[in-house]
């Protein structure tokens, strides 16, 4: 891959607290937010991107004076391919960076383009799940493995690119560090991912959340690396926290974190008794409970395996409660019934 300047230039934009924002799109989902500060020794970064937003994340430093070589530290909240699959080809360009993740992530992902591999097999599973008409599988299919080959083919452009992932310093719960001059707590907040963190500045009460909480809702990938139980405990221990700022890895700042903290831990009660009172009404699937919960509108973009994760999510807890049973069918297809 070629790092060259884009056409559009993303804006690299003071927040406040010291902090810079960049908003670097890509070509599924929402864009992500790298949130970077300027220390004594360089720049810290949380998260880099993906990995095609390389040339726009080089275009963005520069316009304030600021380039590859300026990157000391990079903390990254989790494996996700919208926040890490830069570092593949970026340690390339950056030399003098410092990469930081949690431990267990350092220790298990290793070669990163197998583990996604894995990823892409979990999120076709799901879709085997879901859709029961063999002809809406099979274009759900073919799109995703078209936006899954875009992926492996940007890295395969770069002659540059190492598949295996470097974490240097590998983080526990609640350590501290001292980066550029500015010291950061790290949390361990699982349920989105298994391997989730969130860097905390102290001295201003700043929390960088990650995927925690998108818009008032999360996303939970219960098929691949996420766990909904996790993810109840961990949005209660943050209540705990002094949180002054939130700021998610996608959308805007979260403007009053624990009051939107409480309403995405009400919001998922209030859909898992939707899907009850569903299903107390007759059989139903994936899909349909889906689109009852969330919307028809899901299935366009990259937001259907977000989708589809969390009600699946939603409905492994309820099996191991016992209140439903799921109904295995052809080709993976699943139905479920409530349990009288």
């Known amino acids: 891959m070629k790092v060259t300047i884009p056409k559009r230039i993303p804006e ?15 070509p599924f989902y929402a864009p992500n937010n790298i949130y970077l500060y300027e220390g004594n020794d360089g720049l810290t970064l949380i998260d880099s991107g993906y990995i095609e937003s390389i040339p726009m994340l080089q275009a963005s430093l520069k316009t304030k004076g600021f380039s590859f070589k300026d990157i000391r530290h990079i903390i990254y909240t989790h494996n996700h391919l919208d926040h890490i699959s830069s570092a593949l080809v970026l340690k390339s360009y950056a030399k003098n960076v410092t990469y930081y993740g949690y431990r267990a992530m350092a220790d298990g992902v290793g070669n990163y383009l197998e583990s996604m591999l894995l990823f892409e097999e979990a999120t076709e599973d799901l879709f085997h799940k879901a859709f029961g008409d063999k002809e809406e599988l099979d274009r759900i299919l073919a799109e995703s493995r078209k936006g899954w080959r875009q992926f492996f083919s940007k890295f395969g452009e770069t002659k540059k690119g190492d598949p295996v992932l470097r974490i240097d310093v590998a983080i526990d719960h609640n350590d501290s560090l001292e980066l550029g001059g500015r010291l950061f707590r790290f949390l361990h907040t699982p349920g989105h991912n298994l391997y989730h963190i969130t860097p905390v500045d102290p001295s201003t009460g700043v929390y960088f959340s990650g995927d925690l909480i998108i818009a008032n809702l999360t996303a939970i990938y219960s098929e691949m690396d996420g766990n909904l139980g996790d993810y109840y405990f961990t949005l209660s221990k943050l209540l705990e926290e002094p949180i002054k700022r939130m700021l998610p890895a996608h959308g805007s700042e979260i403007e009053d974190p624990k009051k939107t903290i409480t309403l995405v831990k009400k919001t ?42 969390l009600v699946y999510s939603i409905i492994q807890k309820l099996v191991l409660e016992g209140q439903i049973r799921i109904e295995k069918r052809e080709n993976g297809y699943e139905v479920f019934h409530i349990v009288p």
């Open 12 to 26: 690299m934009e003071d927040i406040g607290d010291g902090i810079f924002k960049i908003v670097l799109p890509q």
């Open 268 to 309: 998922l009660s209030i859909l898992e008794k939707g899907v009850l009172r569903r299903l107390r009404e007759g059989e139903s699937d994936l899909k349909v409970l889906m689109e009852a919960a969330i919307g028809k509108k899901v299935h366009n973009g990259g937001h259907l395996p977000t989708a589809l994760g």
